[in-house]
């Protein structure tokens, strides 16, 4: 009798349902409530509102179509039209993913965070931007992402783990990249 042999090469099949994990991980997480706050509020006591519900997290989730403008975590790094409110916008994609070997790759996550300047500085002394990073490491560094893998942010582990500022005037903010292997 003939045993079957696995194949040994990574195929990567999780690979498109990496974000969307995380994005649950957050919506589930009670550390992240502060985010989610920052998302949905444009005042600067938005850190202070009452949490949201999971429909209300999920109603910011773009779920493809037109009005982008409505939405505000995107799974994608672009915006196709111009947008003219002050708000806030986090976007987390996979930026790249580079094998190891033949069973095993490091992939980049890429998480943006752009904000209208009017509205970064809040009533607490901290800017919206800079506290969305801070909660995004506090939840996602060293989080298990569905079975997946552990996220981190480690320099030594992978050369892309970073935070970086990006954005024009208006919309500025920073990119976070974290790391994940993943076979």
């Known amino acids: 009798m003939q ?4 194949d ?5 099949a999780e690979l498109p349902k990496l974000t969307y994990r995380i994005i649950e991980l957050l919506m589930k997480s009670e550390e992240a409530e502060e985010l989610w706050k920052l998302l949905k509020y444009d005042e600067p006591d938005a850190w202070n509102r009452p949490n949201l519900t999971m429909e209300e997290k999920a109603s ?3 779920p493809g179509g037109e009005h982008q403008e409505d939405y505000h975590v995107f799974m994608d790094f672009t915006m196709d039209d111009s947008v003219y409110k002050e708000s806030t916008y986090l976007r987390i994609y996979p930026l790249e993913l580079i094998p190891t070997n033949r069973t095993v ?10 904000t209208h300047s009017k509205i970064n500085h809040l009533s ?3 800017t919206r931007v800079d506290d969305i990073i801070q909660i995004l490491l506090r939840v ?3 989080a298990e992402i569905s079975n ?3 996220l981190y942010f480690d320099n030594s582990r992978s050369r892309n783990n970073e935070i970086v500022s990006i954005g024009m005037k208006p919309y500025k903010g920073k990119m976070l990249t974290m790391s994940l292997n993943i076979g």
Request: charged share 15%.
């Open 8 to 12: 040994p090469y990574a195929k990567y």
């Open 105 to 114: 790759g490091i992939c980049s996550i890429n998480f943006e965070v752009f």
């Open 148 to 150: 997946m893998g552990c």
């Open 3 to 6: 045993m079957k042999v696995e």
């Open 60 to 62: 910011l989730i773009y």
């Open 124 to 126: 607490n002394y901290t």
């Open 140 to 142: 996602l560094n060293g």
